[in-house]
């Protein structure tokens, strides 16, 4: 038998209430908790008080912005995988999010939960450290904003302060016509992933105007892939291009060993399912 | 709040009111307070997927909600499906395929597949296996599961099977 220990439950309507209610020495939020829940039930996590923010319907929201598009906190990962304007414009999260656990999980599993869960081997916190997110904090002293390489620290250990919740995250869109795909290697289907790698290419006269290597897994956090990414950028748009630059994406690389996979197999992983998202990126790229 | 919250929802139509321990499970809820024993409780952390119910129209883990969370939900749960007299066309198709044996993880996959066939199109036998894989039976393994389901799938497309 597996049950959290006691705790006090608060459900704020708005985010006001949801700062003030984080006033608190030992406070947790719960959005989906479908990360949090399994560790409360395993008693690894015993918050004196819970914040349940799933009240707050504006953090629902996918909008536009000028720049880009804004996800909602609450997001669900399903919402997410067949909302219209993340297909348009970053059809990568759909992919993603077909990685994502299993059905039911994806129906309550939420954005900022898996951002603040912050596992180096999760769909999120890849997604946005590819399309270079900015992840919107609100806190009592108001909002602030953090890149993913500022916001997670190490695995789980995101820099979210004790009174502040993750309200959303904002995508900006590429500078232009771009292509983009996901690869990733679980054990079992919807497993964490052991490798996962997202790619993005922008193609200008032929030319690689930008390409970016999103890996996770292999490190604390999710990576870019920079020695690739500087070197390809300049380059002719080819596939043999992107493949003799396929040792750059391990230069700095240290994946752990776990009960899951060596860290061998982890570094040999990554060079083969950067090939495919690349090569896929690059594809799309130029169709 | 410090103890017990009121909540009221409906479970299979039937409206509850009920005062509960934030940190009581919705499956422990559904099974203990409301004497719905239906609904399994195998892992109680996610990982099997026999607890599922839907509420609000999606399916979820009840092992990874709180009876709290709840409030004002509409939930059905395999209990709401059928009965043994009058089954459900999803219990009939799973009777029909003999996709169950010791019947631990059914009413999770009934659930499960309640969701997939509104949600999904479940175009190949790969697709369904997919939509599935949150659910874990170690008795029959899942061809018969993925047979029923399939013709499921092809009475709702109106497809010859």
């Known amino acids: 038998m597996m049950k959290p220990a006691a705790f006090e439950y608060v459900r704020p309507e708005t985010l006001a209430e949801a700062v003030t209610a984080l006033d608190h020495d030992d406070a947790r939020i719960i959005a989906g908790g479908q990360s949090l829940l399994p560790m409360m039930n395993f008693r690894l996590v015993q918050p004196e008080r819970l914040v349940d923010i799933n009240r707050i319907t504006e953090l629902e929201r996918i909008e536009r912005t000028k720049t880009g598009l804004r996800i909602g906190a609450l997001t669900r990962h399903a919402n997410a995988a067949r909302d219209p304007l993340l297909a348009e414009h970053f059809p990568i999260v759909a992919e993603a999010m077909g990685h994502v656990a299993h059905v039911a999980i994806r129906n309550r599993g939420t954005v900022a939960g898996s951002l603040c869960h912050a596992d180096p081997s999760a769909e999120w916190p890849l997604l946005v450290t590819l399309l270079d997110g900015e992840i919107e904090i609100l806190g009592s002293d108001g909002h602030r904003s953090a890149e993913p390489s500022e916001f997670f620290l190490a695995p789980l250990v995101t820099d979210i302060e004790e009174q502040e919740l993750v309200t959303g995250v904002h995508l900006p869109l590429p500078a232009g016509p771009s292509g983009m795909a996901f690869e990733e290697v679980a054990q079992r289907a919807g497993d964490f992933a052991v490798v996962a790698a997202g790619a993005m290419v922008r193609v200008e006269n032929d030319t690689f105007a930008e390409v970016r290597l999103g890996l996770g897994g292999v490190f604390d956090t999710s990576v870019r892939a920079r020695a690739l990414e500087g070197a390809l950028t300049g380059q002719r748009a080819r596939a043999e291009e992107l493949e003799a630059a396929l040792p750059l994406a391990i230069e700095d690389l240290e994946p752990n060993d776990d009960l899951h996979a060596s860290a061998d197999y982890r570094l040999s992983l990554v060079p083969v399912l950067a090939r495919r998202a690349l090569i896929r990126a690059l594809h799309r790229a130029t169709q | ?161």
């Open chain 2, 1 to 161: 709040m410090t103890g017990k919250a009121r909540i009221t929802l409906t479970v299979n139509g039937e409206p509850f009111e009920a005062d509960v321990e934030p940190r009581m499970l919705a499956a422990d809820f559904l099974r203990d307070e409301l004497g719905l024993t239906g609904t399994h409780v195998g892992c109680e952390h996610g990982v099997c997927g026999t607890c599922t119910i839907m509420m609000n129209g999606v399916s979820a883990r009840s092992c990874l909600m709180l009876a709290v969370q709840l409030d004002g939900a509409e939930v059905q749960t395999v209990e709401g499906l059928g009965t043994i007299r009058d089954m459900h066309r999803i219990q009939e198709a799973f009777h029909e395929h003999h996709a169950l044996q010791c019947g631990f993880c059914t009413p999770g996959f009934l659930m499960t597949v309640c969701d997939i066939l509104e949600s999904l199109p479940l175009r190949t036998d790969a697709e369904i296996r997919d939509a599935l894989s949150g659910n874990i039976c170690r008795c029959t393994g899942y061809d018969h599961i993925v047979k029923a389901v399939r013709t499921l799938v092809d009475e709702r497309d109106g497809a010859a099977s």
